[in-house]
């Protein structure tokens, strides 16, 4: 069953502004992580950001922050200031309990 | 700190030869994990050591697939018998124990990426 949900395959977005990439997620457990990833042509995988379920504040990384709403199993992840450097293929990942659960991913392409 | 080392970075073989790739952790995490990428698709879990056991394996690991980490210091994964729905990237990824960051701390390597022909 998939865990995680990315529903945008591809997002175009303008320099210097914001982009919301969307990630809902299904687990029976009380306790577990959510993780963005940013990958780029190359093909590392860059970790952003991280939620935990017990977090009451929502995560921020200096561009990045994440939209943890529990009740909805949502876990958005918000780019401020877009940058040509931005433009990349971003996952959403859950960690269940010590591997981690990837979403299809989502492409991003920042226009100038 | 010197990250995820994966050897090499790119295979390209035969369909029905037999591939060998290695992955070198984070010398402190005792936590390694092997996952197959195909392409515009998230990375899919494959198999999990901890230190030199293999905890968990996925089923998309089929009986060509054998993964090690004797020691737990590096880890091997081959394919044999390759076949064209082999052609993938192979991520490899570790982390330290959980009580040592909050986030888990999992480090992903650059990747082998396999075509078979």
């Known amino acids: 069953a998939q865990k995680i949900t990315q529903t945008q395959p591809g997002m175009f977005v303008q320099e210097k502004e914001a982009v919301t990439l969307d990630c809902t997620y299904d687990?029976?457990?009380?306790?577990?992580?959510l993780f963005w990833y940013k990958q780029p042509s190359s093909g590392e995988m860059i970790f952003l950001i991280y939620?935990?379920?017990?977090?009451?504040q929502n995560a921020t990384e200096g561009r990045y922050s994440l939209n943890f709403q529990k009740a909805r199993k949502s876990a958005n992840l918000v780019i401020s200031a877009s940058q040509l450097g931005d433009s990349a293929m971003y996952f959403c990942?859950?960690?269940?309990?010590?591997?981690?659960?990837f979403g299809a991913g989502t492409t991003v392409t920042v226009r100038a | 700190d010197t990250g995820v080392s994966q050897n090499p970075r790119h295979k390209i073989t035969k369909r029905g030869q037999n591939v060998t790739f290695r992955c070198d952790p984070i010398?402190?995490?005792?936590?390694l994990y092997w996952y197959r990428q195909t392409l515009g698709q998230g990375p899919e879990f494959l198999t999990y050591?901890?230190?030199?056991?293999?905890?968990?394996k996925s089923r998309l690991l089929s009986d060509r697939f054998s993964a090690e980490r004797p020691k737990g210091s590096f880890s091997t994964l081959e394919i044999q018998r390759t076949e064209q729905g082999d052609s993938a990237m192979y991520l490899c990824?570790?982390?330290?124990?959980?009580?040592?960051?909050?986030?888990?701390?999992?480090?992903f390597g650059s990747g082998t990426r396999l075509t078979v022909v």
């Open positions: 010398s402190e995490h005792n936590r």
């Open positions: 687990t029976s457990d009380q306790s577990y992580g």
């Open positions: 050591f901890q230190n030199e056991a293999q905890l968990e």
């Open positions: 990942a859950m960690r269940e309990p010590y591997k981690l659960s």
């Open positions: 939620q935990g379920s017990y977090d009451e």
């Open positions: 990824a570790s982390s330290p124990p959980p009580r040592y960051r909050a986030n888990y701390g999992y480090t």
